[in-house]
């Protein structure tokens, strides 16, 4: 399984981005799918995931203001991420975890993306 980040960039405070992420390898129906981020000094926090649509799980800090979702025509899932805070800078990996109950350790994770830089500016 591969999984490839992408839509990072600078935006300033209140401004919106969409990070995606192409599953190649094998049909990722099946497997959660997460995010996380990691911003400099601090460890790897879980942002959200989504098995299917109707499952998605968030971090108390991005609730209201991201948004998980799967496209499994395309293999992909993004991450919609609005009113963005200088606190949300950091470089976003995407995740994929096998087993079929959800987590929110990135341990339980096997496969990461290679990440995607986020700067929010203030």
């Known amino acids: 399984v591969q999984l490839q980040a992408s839509g990072g960039g600078l935006v300033q405070a209140g401004g919106s981005l969409r990070l995606s992420c192409a599953v190649s390898?094998?049909?990722?129906?099946?497997?959660?799918m997460g995010w996380f981020r990691q911003a400099p000094g601090k460890q790897r926090e879980f942002v959200a995931a989504v098995r299917s649509g109707a499952n998605t799980y968030y971090a108390d800090s991005v609730k209201g203001r991201f948004t998980i979702s799967r496209d499994s025509a395309k293999n992909t899932v993004y991450l919609q991420m609005n009113s963005l805070k200088p606190d949300d800078t950091a470089v976003y990996y995407c995740a994929a975890d096998s087993s079929a109950y959800y987590s929110d350790a990135p341990g339980a994770y096997e496969y990461w993306g290679q990440g995607t830089q986020v700067t929010v500016s203030s």
């Open positions: 390898g094998r049909t990722f129906s099946r497997y959660y």
